[in-house]
């Protein structure tokens, strides 16, 4: 483990190791990333994990530990030396919570792709009458939903609760008139 200074004169400590089994298979269990998958910065294939663990003391006194996730590609030709190595894409933490303090999303870094989807949902499920939601901003979702509706996988019984659901909300929109 290395010993860092940041800015605000604070000792860190860092070591970058491979992922563990059980790291592997924590990430693989909640459908993150694991070796053989796509890696989501460049799309090759993921040969290694790697994590960078970095150990401090926050302002309470406390020590923390924070992973910070990299895909790691095998024989690529290095532009400068020519020679094959390792490629290493930052994939960002599991979780972040310095970010959290301030929200409630549970945000994490591309280590999980269907993130996005889940933030969705927890927005979504947040919204009080008390916020500013317009109907701009209501078109705009169903602008974002329906150029994303190729890309979603739609069996017979899915499409008549997904029908249903669409037919639920013309009747609210009729009722606003």
């Known amino acids: 483990m290395n010993s860092q200074i940041n800015k605000k004169g604070e000792n860190k400590k860092v070591s ?11 990430l693989e269990k909640e459908a993150l ?68 303090r301030f929200n409630e999303l549970g945000l ?23 916020e500013k939601f317009t109907a701009r901003d209501f078109e705009n979702m169903l602008d974002a939903i329906l150029f994303n509706l190729d890309k979603v996988a739609i069996d017979d019984n899915e499409r008549e609760i997904l029908l249903e659901k669409i037919k639920k909300i013309q009747e609210k929109i009729e009722e606003k008139k």
Not at 16 to 26: C, W
């Open 16 to 26: 970058h190791r491979s992922a563990t089994e059980e790291e592997i298979k924590m």
């Open 33 to 100: 990333i694991a070796p053989g998958m796509k890696c989501p910065r460049c799309d090759k294939i993921i040969d290694y994990i790697r994590v960078d663990e970095i150990e401090y003391v926050n302002e309470k006194g406390e020590k923390k530990i924070h992973d910070y996730f990299y895909a790691g590609h095998k024989n690529v030709v290095s532009k400068k030396t020519g020679k094959k190595n390792v490629e290493w894409h930052y994939l960002g933490a599991k979780e972040y919570d310095y970010v959290e």
């Open 108 to 130: 994490q870094g591309l280590v999980n792709s269907r993130r996005e989807n889940r933030y969705l949902h927890e927005l979504l499920g947040n919204m009080t009458i008390d």
